[in-house]
């Protein structure tokens, strides 16, 4: 299985400061059709996760564009520019290459 | 708008069988993949299984493969977790998605315990 190791487990931000998350996968995501399948999603207190960025870079329908994410075939990075308090909750980034699809173990941002 | 309304989760005893269903609304479900992804007590996320829109194909997580059976009923724009046999570790957060989880259902929890 591709392993997806997520740093740091926790983060706290200054509102209007900005974040970064990173992400490692084992293996490349990068496939031959030249989309790397990573995929960031948030989960807010107490509700189910959302999707963010999909194929590394893309971002999902109604998502502020103080999100973006970015990377190479193995490492990936999410960045929240201008954090705001509606951005507090756990990140997950996910692996879509191949089965099991696998996530990371999650970043709680909070805000300071 | 893209619903995902999951139920039949409860209390279950260990040993026992569940079965999930999960009604779509708001998009051509016989159109999408569709997946099973469940989140433990302690956060962690895990992929289950998917089915082909046609549900002609469907993909599990080894672990859980010879246990959890997942189909859909594209009339009733339905999805099905058929869970047998369940242990205390399959107790969690069961979350419906669509395609590449794009969207989730609002969970539905599984407590396997006697």
């Known amino acids: 299985d591709i392993v997806m190791t997520q740093a740091p487990l926790s983060v706290s931000v200054t509102p209007g400061e900005s974040a970064s998350i990173s992400c490692r996968s084992s293996?490349?995501?990068?496939?031959?059709?030249?989309?790397?399948?990573v995929y960031w999603y948030l989960q807010k207190p107490g509700k189910s996760p959302q999707l963010l960025i999909y194929?590394?870079?893309n971002l999902a329908s109604g998502v502020p564009d103080r999100f973006s994410g970015s990377g190479s075939e193995t490492d990936f990075t999410l960045k929240i520019s201008r954090v705001e308090a509606e951005d507090v909750g756990i990140y997950y980034c996910?692996?879509?290459?191949?089965?099991?699809?696998?996530f990371g173990a999650g970043t709680k941002l909070e805000l300071k | 708008e893209v619903q995902l309304v999951e139920s039949g989760g409860g209390l279950v005893q260990p040993g026992a069988s569940l079965k999930l269903s999960c009604v779509a609304s708001?998009?051509?479900?016989?159109?999408?993949?569709m997946s099973w992804v469940r989140q433990t007590p302690g956060k962690t996320m895990e992929w289950i299984g998917d089915?082909?829109?046609?549900?002609?194909?469907?993909n599990y997580a080894p672990s859980l493969k010879n246990r959890f059976t997942i189909s859909r009923d594209n009339a009733k724009s339905t999805l099905y977790l058929q869970m047998s046999n369940v242990r205390s570790e399959d107790t969690a957060t069961y979350y419906c998605?669509?395609?590449?989880?794009?969207?989730w259902g609002q969970g539905v929890m599984v407590t396997v315990s006697s």
């Open positions: 998605t669509r395609s590449y989880f794009d969207y």
């Open positions: 708001g998009f051509t479900f016989s159109d999408y993949w």
């Open positions: 089915i082909k829109y046609d549900g002609s194909y469907t």
């Open positions: 293996k490349s995501l990068l496939h031959s059709n030249g989309i790397t399948y």
């Open positions: 194929r590394m870079s």
């Open positions: 996910g692996q879509l290459l191949e089965n099991p699809n696998t």
